[in-house]
């Protein structure tokens, strides 16, 4: 009899340990009204010095997060959060170690869009701060509570907190800040929609009247105000912050010191006039469109090439033709500056692509979409390889492709929700499935690829096959135009795509494409053409380390009246 009372409490306190805990989460009353349909995620953090929400990333340090979507929230309702949804980096709740730990609730907030093409989808909004799910205006969260996690105990967190309005920059002498409606963009999201630019102006601008400049275009992703442009010497007492990327301490001075210095040479009588432009067009799915037209962003391409850049030129005595504009710019910037030369052969006199982004599909990053099987890993008869994400310039790996697929798998979910980087290639390139969402190019859980996915890509967005697909019509249009940059240790095995784009460009003739690629020698992401300079100085001179070849080129495709030694154009 004991024995079995024995064996009844075993089972009891089986059954207890096995019990999924039950977590509250309330709202303040003060934001119940306006709320509707989101992402409720929830997010542990070893250390208090970071709040959860800023702690998610690709590398073993990330915070844990579960996330799940809801719709139809009803007002005065507590949310009694899933855990069974999936996690990141654990996959399931039950594996979290028991222990001390931060822990924080937060809402992306979805919102309605009834698209031209007939689709009505639920996303986030950017509301101009660049799609940054964890700082969007109108986003709220609790605050960060320590609890201790033993995977049995009941608890609870309010939501009371809201992100604040982003505070848009003001103009300055230098620096104008454009925002205007884009009729081709609102009319297919189904409402409207904004593009912006910041715009440095060359110095005397008011003064001189008569004269008109070229466009240089710096793509890149979306900026609060106008980079790395300072009037101001560097503060002095600026406390010297550590760089975890450069592994080097004071960078923040450094970047002041670059800025002032460029502005230094922008005001020089000897620098040559023209102006330059950063764009801002994110979008409810990330913080760029990349520049292209899409089925799933909209014509983000046309709208940037048709209307925006035109609104520039004339508001800016921009010269307004093609022959007088340059695109150039690194990483999402580098993929953007050579898709719209590509895409757009006459509207852009060249390009300067630093560690582009995939430009061919043969090696997205370490896959092969049209012939390899799964993304995720290398499938073998007794055993399976994963595939690695992210290296330094030694080859030490920190993030394998499937972790890094699974952090955006737990904070948006399946429909390319997550404003991260996967996503959103896969929201540019996708076809529009069939719930109005972007079709995947591969199952988001298993990796598994779609191959008929993988041919729209390379029709669309495949720079290297659209190249040498249409080469006897646009050849002739993009000789001496293309110039490519990459680390060969790019952090994200972007070099390897520019392998195979630059086998194509040497080797292909009538015409020969007559540019430029080079490589950095053990230079990581970002690397963009200095042999010379580290990398954390040469990022920080985009918009002056090209300005010898720009020149070079108007040279030898400017018209008459060219004045090239400050690249004006009396008109």
Not at 144 to 161: A, E, M, N, R, T
Request: hydrophobic share 35%.
């Amino acid at each position: 009899m004991r024995f079995i009372i024995f064996l009844a409490s075993l089972f009891l306190i089986s059954c207890q340990s096995n019990q999924t805990p039950k977590i509250t989460i309330s709202l303040a009353p003060e934001f119940q009204s306006e709320l509707k349909d989101g992402r409720l995620l929830l997010i542990f953090h070893h250390n208090e010095k970071t709040e959860p929400r800023f702690a998610i990333n690709d590398d073993a340090t990330s915070a844990q997060v579960i996330g799940v979507d809801f719709e139809d929230y009803r007002e005065g309702e507590d949310f009694l959060f899933d855990l069974n949804a999936f996690g990141y980096p654990i996959a399931s709740w039950e594996d979290i170690p028991n222990g001390e730990y931060w822990v924080q609730a937060y809402v992306i907030k979805y919102e309605t869009f009834d698209r031209a093409d007939g689709y009505r989808i639920k996303m986030p909004m950017d509301q101009w701060e660049g799609r940054q799910w964890n700082r969007t205006p109108g986003n709220i969260f609790s605050k960060p509570v320590k609890i201790y996690w033993d995977g049995k105990s009941d608890f609870s967190l309010k939501i009371d907190q809201i992100n604040p309005p982003v505070v848009e920059p003001d103009d300055t002498e230098f620096i104008k800040h454009i925002k205007i409606k884009s009729d081709l963009l609102s009319e297919f999201w189904g409402r409207d929609m904004y593009l912006g630019a910041h715009v440095l102006l060359p110095r005397d601008f008011e003064n001189n009247p008569d004269e008109y400049y070229p466009l240089m275009i710096y793509h890149g992703h979306f900026p609060s105000d106008f980079d790395g442009f300072r009037t101001i010497p560097p503060d002095e007492d600026l406390e010297e912050e550590y760089s975890p990327r450069f592994d080097i301490y004071g960078y923040n001075k450094i970047q002041q010191q670059e800025a002032y210095d460029f502005y230094l040479k922008w005001i020089s009588q000897e620098f040559q006039k023209f102006i330059v432009i950063q764009v801002q067009h994110a979008n409810p799915f990330y913080d760029d469109s990349y520049a292209v037209n899409s089925q799933n962003i909209g014509p983000y391409g046309d709208a940037i090439t048709y209307e925006l850049i035109p609104h520039i030129e004339q508001e800016f005595r921009g010269i307004g033709e093609g022959w007088a504009r340059f695109t150039y710019g690194g990483s999402t910037g580098g993929w953007e500056a050579l898709a719209v030369q590509v895409m757009y052969p006459d509207e852009y006199n060249a390009c300067f692509a630093a560690c582009p982004d995939p430009i061919d599909f043969r090696a997205y990053t370490t896959v092969n979409i049209y012939e390899d099987e799964n993304a995720y890993s290398i499938k073998g008869p007794f055993r399976n390889t994963e595939r690695v994400g992210k290296r330094n310039y030694l080859g030490h790996v920190s993030s394998m492709l499937r972790d890094m697929n699974y952090k955006e798998l737990a904070l948006g979910g399946t429909k390319s929700r997550s404003g991260d980087q996967w996503d959103i290639w896969q929201a540019v390139y996708s076809p529009v499935g069939t719930d109005g969402y972007p079709k995947p190019i591969w199952d988001k859980f298993t990796g598994e690829i779609n191959k008929e996915v993988a041919l729209h890509w390379r029709e669309n967005y495949d720079l290297r096959h659209i190249m040498e697909r249409d080469w006897s019509k646009i050849g002739g249009k993009l000789e001496g135009k293309i110039h490519i940059y990459c680390g060969d240790m790019d952090n994200y095995y972007l070099n390897n795509a520019v392998y195979l784009t630059e086998d194509f460009l040497e080797n292909t003739s009538d015409p020969y494409y007559n540019g430029e690629v080079l490589y950095g020698d053990r230079a990581e992401h970002c690397w963009n053409g200095d042999p010379e300079l580290p990398n954390y100085i040469s990022r920080l001179r985009y918009n002056t380390m090209y300005l010898d070849k720009i020149g070079k080129r108007l040279a030898e495709t400017a018209p008459k009246g060219f004045d090239q030694k400050l690249w004006v154009l009396k008109k």
